[in-house]
């Protein structure tokens, strides 16, 4: 089985990132990531260069590199996407713009679960998953099989969270992606 890992988001900054053109599908391209603050009309811009450099020395230092095959929970939230962003900037930069046959960024698979506890998440799974192919990386959504009946009001989180670890798992196997 080849080396890898799952990259679940915390908390990060979102940031698009500027990846060889290859890569980078979205219709702007910055460095930099603007955003309003409360109560004014001003614009702050922010460097994002110190958070991509923060990304690959944190990578390095769980011993991880852009040529390792890795895996990204994504819940389409901007932490998730933040990762997502700086996960194909780093696995870009490593691996000077190599992708797959299919133009995916060679080694990143973001994992999208549909729990199918809302009317609309089938949908929401599938905007989820055209947004990281803009950022080049390759998506599965994995559809939840509640084979016992959807969780009962009160545990609808620990089951859904026991569930989503179960399916990062199995389609990890399935792309021979260690965990």
């Known amino acids: 089985m080849a080396g890898g890992v799952i990259l679940l988001s915390q908390t ?3 940031s698009i990132p500027k990846l060889p053109s290859p890569l980078w599908k979205l219709p702007f391209i910055s460095r930099q990531f603007h955003c309003k603050c409360s109560q004014t009309t001003q614009v702050a811009a922010v ?14 230092m769980a011993g991880l ?6 895996a990204i929970g994504v819940s389409g939230g901007p932490d998730s996407m933040a990762l997502c962003a700086l996960t194909a900037f780093w696995k870009g930069q490593g691996l000077d713009g190599k992708c797959d046959g299919d133009g995916f960024i060679d080694g990143v698979l973001a994992i999208i ?3 199918g ?3 609309e998440s089938t949908e929401e799974a599938s ?17 939840c099989d ?6 009962k009001q009160g545990h609808v989180q620990e089951a859904a969270r026991e569930m989503r670890y179960r399916i990062f798992q199995n389609v ?8």
């Open 172 to 179: 990890c196997v399935k792309n021979q992606i260690g965990v």
């Open 113 to 115: 679960v549909d729990h």
């Open 12 to 14: 990060l900054l979102f």
């Open 127 to 143: 905007i989820v998953s055209n947004r990281v192919a803009k950022m080049g990386i390759r998506s599965d959504v994995a559809c």
């Open 117 to 119: 506890l809302r009317e």
């Open 47 to 60: 460097d994002l260069a110190k958070y991509k450099e923060a990304f690959s020395r944190r990578m390095d």
């Open 146 to 151: 509640w084979s016992d009946g959807k969780p």
């Open 65 to 70: 590199k852009p040529h390792h095959r890795v």
